[in-house]
């Protein structure tokens, strides 16, 4: 960013850490924007210093030439990172419920309830065999807890 008396001048990818995109610049300029600091006139470049062709030669510019193809992605993409965020408190819940829910101790607690570990030495890998032994099914951290709570039984497991 080239800054003079206040007044942002010109802004480019170049980051000194490493090779931003348009898309990155896009983000900082709409921030930008958003806290109400005037983009006109604002140069706009790539990492090498060139200025990007066919922009209008400014941030405004810039911002309105790469709206349709660049703010999709940035949607996209904080949409992807909010769902994996929503998972990860998803699990740490789970996993919080499967030490209280059994007392904490969920290997003893889940093998009382009639499951078992598929592989002993993954804590994590529980199955769960079929009535007549013929087949097993995967139980996963949240039948685990279900179970626990005695929300669901084996035989709905089976079922």
Known sequence: MKVTNGKLEAI?????HYVAGKEQLYQVLTELKERSVALSGVGVFDFAAKQYPGEEGDAEGFLKANKTTIEP???EAEEKK??????????QKLQEDL???SGGDPVSALKAKG???YNESDPTDWVVDSSDGSSWSSV???TQVKLLKN???IDDING
């Not at 480019?12 to 000194?16: I, V």
């Not at 909010?82 to 699990?91: G, L, N, R, S």
Request: glycine share 4%; charged share 45%.
């Open 115 to 117: 499951i078992r570990l």
């Open 73 to 75: 992605k940035i949607v």
């Open 99 to 101: 030490i209280k829910y």
């Open 82 to 91: 909010k769902k994996a965020e929503e998972k990860q408190q998803k699990q």
């Open 151 to 153: 929300e669901i039984s």
């Open 12 to 16: 480019s990818c170049k980051t000194g």
């Open 140 to 142: 996963d951290l949240e």
